[in-house]
């Protein structure tokens, strides 16, 4: 009777976990991905070493906490028997823009075992090393602790004659959503409504003169050229006082290297950009790809600056993690919100 009451009790927590995972909101530009994988699980005390296939959909829920919504099949043709199911998996740290990310992964599912078409319950938890070879496409590799559990006693109480053992798998993504833009140019801008300016925002950059005008034809096109540049430089870590791939960049000097690569001569520090060109007004549906984001804190001079690349996103160089893309907006993760509170302006160089 327990063991039924367990069962029924796993098989909520599992398919609510999983409706968790295709409902939840989350923001409407949250990173996303799907995911092909496969592994071998070699089964302790045993001379088994069943083959694992899984296929997934993985999505950002807040920071750096991620779910994934994944069907697998154990294929074996031991005693045992093949395992298909399902299975919710949490992950943290995976993701974003950074070249190399270590991560975590756990999880529980469900599985139909082919030897007498008995229900069972599956563990686990692991670690992995992702590496982002392109914005939208990544390759990991995974090992992890695997345990079925007939009995659905849970992972700490397993029978002893519940298979276990550890996973070796390879894991290829596509991503899309924020941080991974498609290919090496953004598309073409849409409209995006203006973000209600918080009063903790610093005081707008400096104004004087007639704001920007829109780009000109030959001024776009050169603009989407320097953002391609930039976007080029993806994953490239933090230096204070670099301007190149070579040595990595701080935030000024991943711009002055997407501009000069283009022949256009521009200052090379951040309080020297904030003067450059005219300025834009600190509303995003005004901005146009080549602008320089000027962030501050209130009361205070520029500090750091990004790339506009469109579509309410920009290119930065971070000391946390490197040339990455992040949205502009209060709304998406607790990163970007961080740095809308103290975004200042823009300044447009190019006409």
Same mark, same amino acid.
């Given at each position: 009777?327990?063991?039924?009451?367990?069962?029924?009790?796993?098989?909520?927590?599992?398919?609510?976990?999983?409706?968790?995972?295709?409902?939840?909101?989350?923001?409407?530009?949250?990173?996303?991905?799907?995911?092909?994988?496969?592994?071998?699980?070699?089964?302790?005390?045993?001379?088994?070493?069943?083959?694992?296939?899984?296929?997934?959909?993985?999505?950002?829920?807040?920071?750096?906490l991620a779910l994934n919504l994944k069907g697998f099949a154990v294929?074996?043709?031991?005693?045992?028997?093949?395992?298909?199911?399902?299975?919710?998996?949490?992950?943290?740290?995976?993701?974003?823009?950074?070249?190399?990310?270590?991560?975590?992964?756990?999880?529980?599912?469900? /599985?139909?075992?082919?030897?007498?078409?008995?229900?069972?319950?599956?563990?686990? /938890?692991?670690?992995?090393?992702?590496?982002?070879?392109?914005?939208?496409?990544?390759?990991?590799?995974?090992?992890?602790?695997?345990?079925?559990?007939? /009995?659905?006693?849970?992972?700490?109480?397993?029978?002893?004659?519940?298979?276990?053992?550890?996973?070796?798998?390879?894991?290829?993504?596509?991503?899309?959503?924020?941080?991974?833009?498609?290919?090496?140019?953004?598309?073409?801008?849409?409209?995006?409504?203006?973000?209600?300016?918080?009063?903790?925002?610093?005081?707008?950059?400096?104004?004087?003169?007639?704001?920007?005008?829109?780009?000109?034809?030959?001024?776009?096109?050169?603009?989407?050229?320097?953002?391609?540049?930039?976007?080029?430089?993806?994953?490239?870590?933090?230096?204070?006082?670099?301007?190149?791939?070579?040595?990595?960049?701080?935030?000024?000097?991943?711009?002055?290297?997407?501009?000069?690569?283009?022949?256009?001569?521009?200052?090379?520090?951040?309080?020297d950009q904030a003067r450059a060109g005219r300025y834009v007004p600190?509303?995003?549906?005004?901005?146009?790809?080549?602008?320089?984001?000027?962030?501050?804190?209130?009361?205070?001079?520029?500090?750091?600056?990004?790339?506009?690349?469109?579509?309410?996103?920009?290119?930065?160089?971070?000391?946390?993690?490197?040339?990455?893309?992040?949205?502009?907006?209060?709304?998406?993760?607790?990163?970007?919100?961080?740095?809308?509170?103290?975004?200042?302006?823009?300044?447009?160089?190019?006409?």
């Amino acid at each position: 009777m327990r063991q039924r009451s367990d069962a029924r009790l796993m098989r909520v927590l599992v398919l609510a976990v999983a409706a968790v995972c295709v409902l939840h909101p989350g923001t409407a530009r949250a990173q996303r991905a799907l995911d092909l994988q496969a592994g071998v699980w070699s089964v302790d005390d045993s001379d088994s070493n069943p083959s694992l296939f899984s296929a997934g959909y993985w999505r950002n829920l807040m920071g750096p906490l991620a779910l994934n919504l994944k069907g697998f099949a154990v294929i074996d043709g031991g005693p045992g028997g093949s395992l298909f199911g399902l299975e919710p998996e949490l992950s943290l740290f995976r993701g974003g823009s950074r070249r190399l990310v270590p991560y975590g992964v756990g999880g529980v599912g469900l /599985a139909l075992r082919s030897e007498g078409s008995e229900i069972v319950a599956v563990w686990n /938890a692991g670690i992995g090393v992702e590496w982002n070879v392109l914005p939208w496409f990544g390759l990991a590799v995974e090992a992890s602790r695997f345990a079925e559990d007939e /009995a659905f006693r849970g992972f700490w109480n397993l029978k002893d004659e519940d298979r276990r053992g550890w996973v070796l798998s390879a894991r290829i993504s596509v991503r899309w959503g924020v941080g991974s833009p498609r290919g090496g140019t953004p598309g073409p801008t849409r409209p995006r409504p203006s973000y209600p300016t918080p009063a903790t925002l610093p005081a707008p950059a400096p104004s004087s003169g007639e704001p920007a005008e829109p780009l000109g034809t030959d001024g776009y096109a050169l603009a989407q050229q320097i953002v391609a540049t930039a976007i080029g430089a993806m994953g490239e870590p933090y230096r204070w006082g670099g301007t190149s791939t070579h040595q990595g960049f701080d935030c000024s000097g991943l711009i002055w290297y997407a501009y000069r690569n283009h022949g256009e001569n521009i200052p090379r520090v951040s309080r020297d950009q904030a003067r450059a060109g005219r300025y834009v007004p600190r509303d995003v549906t005004m901005l146009q790809p080549g602008d320089i984001l000027l962030f501050a804190e209130r009361g205070s001079t520029v500090s750091h600056v990004g790339l506009y690349i469109g579509d309410a996103r920009y290119i930065h160089s971070t000391t946390s993690g490197g040339v990455r893309i992040s949205s502009l907006s209060p709304y998406d993760d607790a990163f970007d919100d961080w740095w809308f509170g103290r975004w200042a302006g823009a300044r447009r160089l190019l006409r």
